[in-house]
């Protein structure tokens, strides 16, 4: 166990949901419940065999009918109850009460039939597009640091950027997220903003002109 006096960073990359799929026997039966033997099977480009034929499929054994919404939701319930081992482990190790827990995905889901065949509505577009649906994502901020007033509070409106969780975690373990060596290199700041007045208290919110989005897309931040 961690001790719980001693400065602790987790940082989870959970797989699931991701192709490849890969989910406990159990969970794939109680989720294909949901299509009742009515679901497509695109899904297997992505988590059958002959995509990674060195991986074990869905479970070790499995022989299919692959019922792609049901394992998507499967795999979805899978990270909910990582999630929740670890939330527990913490409690368990009175960790809790001193952490600030960052929950963020990384793009909107899939559009596309082999991979989740998933819908952003209302947002347009999906994963590896430039509209909304392939980066404005779903995320929160939790555990016992996370003052008690503004917790279960709801913040849109304001573009962040997975970039500015490197320099609010910087801030608040007292240490500057600036790189001297860049500077000293002719490189361009870092390029993140500390979101902990923002998301605590809602009123210093980063001030950035632009967020780029890909090669291709620079999004303008407007406001009045």
């Known amino acids: 166990a961690h001790p719980s006096d001693a400065p602790l960073f987790l940082y989870y990359a959970s797989h699931a949901a991701h192709c490849q799929l890969q989910v406990p026997p159990a969970l794939v039966e109680e989720y294909s419940a949901i299509t009742n033997g009515t679901d497509e099977g695109a899904c297997v480009a992505q988590s059958g065999p002959d995509f990674a034929p060195m991986a074990s499929g869905v479970y070790p054994g499995f022989d299919g009918p692959y019922q792609c919404r049901g394992l998507y939701a499967a795999s979805v319930a899978v990270a909910d109850r990582n999630l929740g081992a670890i939330t527990d482990a913490l409690k368990r190790n009175d960790l809790w009460k001193d952490t600030l827990l960052v929950f963020q995905s990384d793009n909107g889901g899939c559009e596309q039939l082999v991979q989740s065949a998933a819908t952003n509505y209302p947002l347009r577009g999906g994963k590896a597009s430039d509209w909304e649906g392939g980066h404005r994502v779903a995320a929160f901020v939790g555990g016992g ?52 007045p923002y998301l605590t208290n809602g009123t210093s919110v980063p001030r950035r002109r632009y967020l780029p989005l890909s090669s291709l897309a620079l999004l303008e931040v407007r406001t009045g």
């Open 145 to 196: 640091a996370l003052p008690g007033a503004v917790r279960g509070t709801a913040l849109a409106g304001v573009p962040t950027h997975v970039a500015d969780w490197f320099a609010t975690f910087s801030v608040l373990a007292g240490a500057s997220p600036d790189d001297p060596g860049a500077t000293v290199a002719g490189l361009p700041p870092v390029d993140g903003e500390d979101l902990w």
